[in-house]
C-alpha cells in the first residue's frame, strides 16, 4: 500500500498536520500494533491512524483540562513517565497541540538525574501511570512545585468510543519550526544527564532524508528500510532512538511498525517467540548489538534472521564473530548511527555485505569534517560544519542555533580502501557506551573512589563491552596476592555502596576489578591529572584477559557450590544468587525476575556458577550454563534440580518422561495436600435463573463465542468477564465487531484479573461482591505456546487452586468448568503406579493435565461441583460472519498452498481424521456442561470429563477436493503429506516471503509430522459416552462438510 498523497512537501510536513491528514485521507489505515500483553502468543493489536488521532486529541483535551491553557508561545514543560508503551506516541503530540512541550525521563535515571532534569527545564507538572505512583513520590517529596497527575491507562486513549472532539493545531511550518516538539536528554560531563529540545525543525529535516538522492551507486538509508513491509522494533520510546525512528521513518512515511514486547528480559529466545507471534507480515527487526549477538549463536536465531530483509542494528559496534556467523548465514546486516542532538544522520544505504559494521556517509550533505584523534592513526572525531541548509541536512543546528560547527565527541575509524566508509569507535569523553547501547558517565563510582585514603586514581572501562570494568591504582602496591585481596576486600564495601545507587548497567562487578601494577603507573598529563586514553590502551591487554577469565568462569570464594547432596546444593546456590542482589533476600522459590534479578546480573550469575563448578564434576556442561538455563529455570530450586539432574545424570541417566512424571506429581502435590475435607453442611445450591457467570478470557476465540451466547440467554442476569488487559470491554467490542458478534454487552461487567493472587488481584470489596453472587465459572484463559516449560504454566496451575478456593468460599454451590486440552486425555493420574509413559507428550499438555487433576481431587476431596471440556481442534465459525484465524496451522497451510506453492496435501500425515469442532460448536457444549445452556442443568460434579471433538470424524481427503475446486488453477494438483513438506521445504530455499508462505514459520511442526501410513505411539484416552448424553449440542453436531471448508475459504479470502 502506497503512502496517502498528503498537501504538504517533504521537509515541511509538522508531524501533527501529517497524522491528522491520513487519518482524514485514510483513517483505517494501520499506524502501528501493540502487544496485547508480556505474552507473545496474546498477539499484537493493531491501531489505525484514526485511532491514533483521536488519542491525541482527547489527551490534549485532557491535558488543558487538568493543567491549563499556557500563554501563547510559552511552552510550559510537562514530563511523562510510564511503562514503554505507546502512550509515550500519543503524549508527544498531544502535549505540542495543547501548547507544552513534553520532557521524557528515563526511568533509569537516579533520584538525583531526575531533579535536576526538572529543575533545568522548569517543570512542575508531571504526568505518570500507575506503574510509576511509587516512584515519583520520592520526587514529589524533594520539588515541592512538582504536582502530579495520574494518567489513565493507554487503552483509555486509544478507545473508539466516546469519540473525541478534535483538537486543531493550525500552525505552518514557517511558524513551528524552531518551537519544541519535545525534550529528551542524553549525558553530560558533569555526570548528571542534561536537558536536550529537540525542534519542530530537526525532526521535519528527518522528512526531507527521503529527497536524497542516489550516491555512491546506493540509495539513502531512509529508503532502503522503508522497503520493509513491517519492522518489529523494542526502542525505548523515552529514548532519541524510538522517538526519531517512529517519526522519522514510520509516520512520514505512513509505514505500519509493530512494537516489541519490552517489560520482559530481552533474550534470544524471546525475541524469536515475538517473531513467530507478531505477524507473518514482519520482515525486518531493530536490535542492540548485544541482543544480536545472542541471536547468532543459535541456530533458530540465525535461521530466523536470515527469512528476513535486513536485520538493522545500532547504539554500538557488533563484533565481528558475530557479524560474520550472520552474514555466512545469509542475514543482511544494516549499521544505523543517530544522537538526540543531530537526528538520524544522513548515511547511506549499505549494498556490500562485507562492509556491514561500515556506515555509508556522504560528507556534503551532513557537513561532516573528520578530526584525527592524538595517538590513533586511523581514528578521527566527527565535526559538523554549518552549511547552506538548502544542500545539507544538520539536526544538530536546530539544536545549537548559535554554534556555527559541533564536535560529537564521536569516534569513527576510517576503511583503509573504501571511501566515505566509517565504523563507530566510542567517544572522546569520559563517557562509556557499552555494547548493548547503553550509556554510562563513570564520574560517580571514579570519584567515590579516588576519595578513598589507598586510592590514588580509579578509571571505569568498558566500551564495546557488555559491562563496565574498574581500574584501581593504589596509594601503595601491594607485594603479594594476599595484599591485593585484602585491598580489594577493604573496597569493595564502598563500591556496593555506589553500585546501589547506580543504574544496573553501570555497576561493577567484584570480579571485573583490577590493580594496576607498580612497573604500569597511569599516564599523567598536568597537574597531576591522569591522560585517560593512553592510560587505558596501557593496560589493553590485561583489560581483555579479564573478560575473558569472566566469560570462562568467575572463582569467588562466597560463591562455592556444595555437591555433597542436591540440598547441600540448593543452599549455595541460594548463597550464590544473593551475591548478586543488595535488597532482596534469595529463598529457594524466589522468582529471580521477580527479586529484580536484571540481564547483566544473569550474565553474572552463569560466570560464577561456571567458576564455582570447574573441575568438581564431569558430567555438568559447563558451556551449557547460559543465560537461557537461567531463564528456564527462573529460581534456585528449579536451577538446582537441572545441575544436579546433570551430576547424577552420567551414572543414572533420567528418561524424560520419568522427569515430566516426577515434576507433575510435584505440582500436583503442591496444589492439592492442603484441599479441605467436604463439608458436613451443604450450601445453598447455585441457580437456574437470574444466574451470574464469571467469564474467564472472554476475548479470546472461544471465550468470545460464549460471551456471545451468555448474553443473550434469558437464564444469565449478569457475566462477570475476567482479562488480563485493562480495558477488557473496549477490546472485546472490537473483537466482537469483526468477528460478527453482538455489541450489546450491557450484562457484561469488564475485571482485570491476575489468578496468581488468592483474590485475583480485585481487592476484598470486589471479591467479597462475586462470593456473594456467582453460581458459575468458566476458565477459558490459559496461553497457547507449546515453547514454553511446565513451570512456566505453573501460575496458570495456581490460578486453578485459586479458582476451587473462590468455589469453597462462595456463597453458593458454585460450579466451575475449565476448559482443557485433548492432548491431556492420558491414563497418567498423578499416582505412583501411573506408568511414565502415559504422560503427554508436551509440556503444554503437562500443565493442562495437571490442572486437569487438581480439579478433580478438589470435586472428590472437598466436594466442589466441577467437570472439565477437553477440546480438540477448534476450527472456524458455523456462518459466514467471522474467520477462523488465519494464523492457525491449517489456515497458513493453505494459504502457502495457494499462494506460493500451487499444490495441496490430500491428506494431513497422520493429522487427517477430521473430528474438527465449529467455533460454536465447541461454545456451546462448554455451556451444555456449565449448566448454562438453555433447559440444561448443572451435571452431576462427579461426572469428570467431557471431550469437544465432532463425534462424526471425516477424512481429510474430502475437504481437499473441495479447497482445490474453489482455488480453481491457483491450485494445480492435490499430492500426498511427504511431497506437500518437500515442496514447502523447498519454497523456502528460493524465497523468503512469508506473507505469502507463511506456512515456511511452521516448517519444523510439519516436517515433525509423520505420513498417514507411520505407526504412531497413540496415548489418548477418551470416550465420547458421557459426552454425547450430556450435550445435545455434540449429539445434533454435523460433519465439517466441504461446503462449509468453503466458506471458511472465502472468510480468509487468500
Known amino acids: 500500500m502506497s503512502a496517502p498523497q498528503l498537501s504538504e512537501a517533504y521537509g515541511k510536513r509538522l508531524i501533527p498536520h501529517v497524522i491528522d491528514d491520513v487519518a482524514n485521507i485514510d483513517p483505517m489505515r494501520e499506524c502501528f500494533s501493540i502487544p496485547l500483553s508480556s505474552n507473545p502468543q496474546d498477539g499484537w493489536r493493531w491501531i489505525s491512524y484514526g485511532q491514533y488521532a483521536t488519542a491525541i486529541d482527547r489527551l490534549a483535551h485532557h491535558l488543558v483540562k487538568t493543567s491549563g491553557i499556557p500563554q501563547p508561545k510559552s511552552f510550559p514543560t510537562v514530563a511523562y513517565i510510564g511503562a514503554n508503551d505507546a502512550a509515550y506516541l500519543i503524549f508527544v503530540i498531544a502535549a505540542i497541540k495543547a501548547g507544552y512541550k513534553a520532557l521524557f525521563v528515563s526511568p533509569r535515571n537516579s533520584e538525583a538525574a531526575q531533579l535536576n532534569l526538572f529543575n533545568l527545564t522548569d517543570c512542575d507538572i508531571l504526568y505518570h501511570d500507575a506503574t510509576f505512583q511509587d516512584p515519583v513520590k520520592p520526587w514529589l517529596a524533594k520539588r515541592s512545585s512538582l504536582k502530579a497527575n495520574l494518567l489513565a491507562p493507554l487503552d483509555f486513549w486509544l478507545a473508539e468510543d466516546p469519540v473525541a472532539e478534535p483538537f486543531p493545531y493550525l500552525k505552518v511550518a514557517e511558524e513551528a519550526e524552531w518551537e519544541p516538539f519535545v525534550v529528551l536528554h542524553t549525558s553530560g560531563s558533569t555526570g548528571l544527564p542534561k536537558p536536550i529540545v529537540v525542534r519542530n525543525g530537526l525532526i521535519m529535516l528527518n522528512d526531507r532524508l527521503h529527497l536524497l538522492p542516489s550516491w555512491n551507486g546506493t540509495e539513502s538509508a531512509v529508503r532502503g528500510l522503508v522497503r520493509s513491509k513491517r519492522n518489529l522494533t523494542p526502542m525505548p520510546f523515552f529514548h532519541s532512538s524510538g522517538l526519531y525512528t517512529f517519526f522519522g521513518f514510520h509516520v512520514y512515511r505512513a509505514k505500519p511498525v509493530t512494537f516489541a514486547i519490552t517489560n520482559r528480559p530481552f533474550t534470544a529466545a524471546f525475541i524469536l517467540e515475538q517473531l513467530a507471534h507478531a505477524g507473518a507480515d514482519i520482515d525486518s527487526i531493530s536490535l542492540p548489538p548485544s541482543v544480536l549477538e545472542e541471536l547468532s549463536v543459535t541456530e533458530n536465531g540465525c535461521e530466523a534472521l536470515s527469512k528476513l530483509k535486513f536485520v538493522a542494528f545500532g547504539g554500538g559496534n557488533l563484533s565481528d564473530a558475530a557479524g560474520k556467523k550472520l552474514l555466512d548465514r545469509g542475514v543482511v546486516l544494516q549499521n544505523s548511527f543517530g544522537s538526540t542532538e543531530c537526528g538520524l544522520l544522513p548515511y547511506y544505504w549499505q549494498a556490500n555485505p562485507d562492509a556491514w559494521q561500515w556506515l555509508l556517509i556522504n560528507p556534503d550533505v551532513l557537513g561532516a569534517e573528520w578530526r584525527s584523534v592524538a595517538g590513533e592513526d586511523d581514528v578521527f572525531e566527527l565535526v559538523i560544519i554549518r552549511k547552506d541548509p538548502i544542500s545539507s541536512i544538520q539536526g544538530v543546528f536546530y539544536t545549537y542555533p548559535d554554534l556555527d560547527e559541533w564536535s560529537s565527541k564521536d569516534l569513527f575509524k576510517k576503511h583503509p580502501t573504501l571511501p566515505d566508509h566509517w565504523k563507530y569507535h566510542g567517544r572522546c569523553d569520559d563517557l562509556i557506551v557499552l555494547s548493548n547501547g547503553e550509556k554510562l558517565n563513570p564520574m560517580t563510582m571514579e570519584n567515590a573512589l579516588n576519595g578513598h585514603p589507598k586510592v590514588r586514581t580509579a578509571i571505569v572501562v568498558g566500551t564495546m563491552r557488555f559491562q563496565p570494568a574498574l581500574l584501581v591504582e593504589p596509594v601503595r602496591h ?577
Open 478 to 1054: 601491594s607485594n603479594s596476592t594476599e595484599e591485593a585481596e585484602d585491598l580489594l576486600e577493604e573496597l569493595w564495601p564502598l563500591i556496593a555502596k555506589t553500585n546501589s545507587e547506580m543504574a544496573a548497567h553501570a555497576q561493577i562487578s567484584r570480579q571485573l576489578i583490577l590493580l594496576t601494577k607498580a612497573e604500569k603507573p597511569f599516564l599523567r598529563l598536568a597537574k597531576d591529572t591522569v591522560h585517560r586514553v593512553p592510560s587505558i590502551k596501557l593496560y589493553e591487554s590485561e583489560v581483555e584477559n579479564l573478560f575473558q577469565k569472566a566469560d570462562a568462569g568467575w572463582k569467588d570464594a562466597r560463591c562455592n557450590l556444595d555437591l555433597t547432596s542436591e540440598e547441600t546444593l540448593l543452599q549455595s546456590v541460594c548463597r550464590l544468587f544473593q551475591t548478586l542482589t543488595y535488597t532482596t533476600t534469595i529463598e529457594a522459590d524466589t522468582d529471580f525476575f521477580s527479586a529484580g534479578i536484571d540481564s547483566l546480573q544473569v550474565v553474572n550469575a552463569c560466570r560464577l556458577l561456571r567458576g564455582a563448578l570447574q573441575g568438581k564434576s564431569d558430567s555438568i556442561d559447563l558451556k551449557g550454563i547460559a543465560p537461557r538455563m537461567i531463564y528456564s529455570k527462573p529460581s534456585s530450586r528449579n536451577l538446582t534440580q537441572e545441575i544436579w539432574g546433570q551430576h547424577v545424570g552420567s551414572l543414572e541417566p533420567v528418561d524424560a518422561d520419568v522427569e515430566a512424571s516426577r515434576a507433575m506429581s510435584s505440582l500436583l502435590a503442591k496444589y492439592t495436600q492442603t484441599l479441605p475435607n467436604k463439608p458436613e453442611t451443604e450450601r445453598s445450591p447455585a441457580r437456574d435463573s437470574q444466574q451470574v457467570v464469571i467469564l474467564s478470557g472472554s476475548t479470546g476465540r472461544l471465550g468470545a463465542y460464549l460471551l456471545d451466547f451468555l448474553v443473550t440467554n434469558p437464564a444469565v442476569q449478569k457475566v462477570v468477564c475476567f482479562n488480563r488487559a485493562q480495558d477488557g470491554r473496549t477490546r472485546q467490542l472490537r473483537l466482537n465487531a469483526e468477528r460478527g458478534l453482538k455489541t450489546d454487552l450491557s450484562k457484561a461487567e469488564f475485571l482485570q484479573a491476575n489468578f496468581t493472587q488468592p483474590d485475583f488481584g480485585l481487592g476484598t470489596e470486589t471479591y467479597a461482591r462475586l462470593l456473594a453472587d456467582a453460581d458459575r465459572v468458566i476458565h477459558t484463559q490459559w496461553p497457547v505456546n507449546f515453547n514454553l516449560t511446565l513451570e512456566s504454566f505453573e501460575p496458570h496451575i495456581q490460578g486453578i487452586r485459586h479458582l476451587i478456593d473462590f468455589c469453597l468460599q462462595a456463597s453458593r454451590n458454585v460450579h466451575l468448568v475449565l476448559v482443557s486440552t485433548v492432548l491431556a486425555a492420558t491414563s497418567w493420574d498423578g499416582s505412583k503406579a501411573a506408568p511414565a509413559s502415559a504422560v503427554p507428550a508436551g509440556q503444554y499438555a503437562q500443565g493442562k493435565l495437571v490442572a486437569d487433576l487438581i480439579l478433580e481431587t478438589a470435586t472428590k476431596r472437598s466436594g466442589i461441583s466441577a467437570a472439565v471440556v477437553r477440546v480438540g481442534q477448534i476450527a472456524g465459525p458455523e456462518d459466514a460472519a467471522g474467520v477462523w484465524n488465519p494464523d492457525e496451522w491449517l489456515p497458513r497451510l493453505v494459504a502457502s498452498s495457494v499462494r506460493t506453492l500451487g499444490v495441496l496435501p490430500r491428506d494431513l500425515g497422520v493429522m487427517s481424521t477430521v473430528n474438527w469442532v465449529t467455533s460454536q460448536g465447541a461454545a456451546r457444549l462448554v455451556l451444555e456442561v456449565a449448566g448454562v445452556a438453555a433447559g440444561s442443568r448443572a451435571p452431576d460434579p462427579s461426572s469428570g470429563y467431557y471431550y469437544g471433538v465432532n463425534p462424526h470424524p471425516r477424512h481429510f481427503s474430502t475437504l481437499s477436493e473441495a479447497i482445490k475446486g474453489f482455488y480453481g488453477g491457483r491450485i494445480q494438483s492435490l499430492v500426498s503429506w511427504e511431497d506437500w513438506v518437500v515442496a514447502l521445504e523447498r519454497s523456502d530455499k528460493v524465497g523468503n516471503d512469508v506473507a505469502r508462505n507463511p506456512a515456511l514459520q511452521l516448517l519444523d511442526f510439519f516436517k515433525g509430522t509423520p505420513g498417514e501410513e507411520a505407526t504412531r505411539d497413540i496415548r489418548f484416552h477418551f470416550s465420547l459416552e458421557k459426552t454425547l448424553k450430556a450435550s445435545q449440542s455434540t449429539r445434533e453436531m454435523q460433519p465439517v462438510t466441504p461446503e462449509l471448508m468453503v466458506q471458511w475459504c472465502q472468510q480468509w479470502a487468500f
